[in-house]
């Protein structure tokens, strides 16, 4: 294991086995985007990063004392940390949709964000009586 440092000047140890199983969705994912008719499997390169955010986040929390403080703490952070730039890439890509994408598919853009800024873009398919690959 490979100790590198953090911004925060902490110690953080880069475990080099999670490390592989992550290459190994991202590659699961590229595949399918550029070959979508003969690689299907990209959602279990998703599903591979969900495990493995889990068990990192898991191991962050277990890892010090948890109270209730501690737990705040973490979710607090993951929150700034993710949602602004969540935000700014749904933004852009509705800014970038308007400006390059045909008037028909506007529409979709739009009604997309909705889904998007509640964080329920998972089960749209459902409502929308779409299936997985539509």
Do not use: C
Request: net charge positive; glycine share 6%; charged share 25%.
């Amino acid at each position: 294991m490979e100790k590198t440092d953090e911004s925060r000047g902490k110690m953080k140890e880069k475990r080099e086995d999670l490390q592989g199983i992550r290459g190994v969705a991202i590659l699961f994912v590229l595949m399918m985007h550029l070959k979508q008719d003969s690689f299907r499997l990209g959602f279990i390169g998703v599903d591979m990063f969900f495990v493995l955010s889990g068990f990192l986040m898991t191991k962050i929390l277990l890892s010090k004392e948890v109270s209730l403080k501690s737990v705040g703490t973490f979710y607090i952070r993951r929150f700034k940390r993710i949602v602004p730039l969540y935000m700014l890439l749904a933004v852009a890509t509705y800014i970038y949709g308007y400006f390059f994408i045909l008037p028909p598919d506007r529409k979709q853009i739009a009604d997309d964000l909705f889904w998007v800024y509640t964080y329920s873009s998972n089960i749209q398919p459902v409502f929308q009586k779409l299936g997985y690959w539509d």
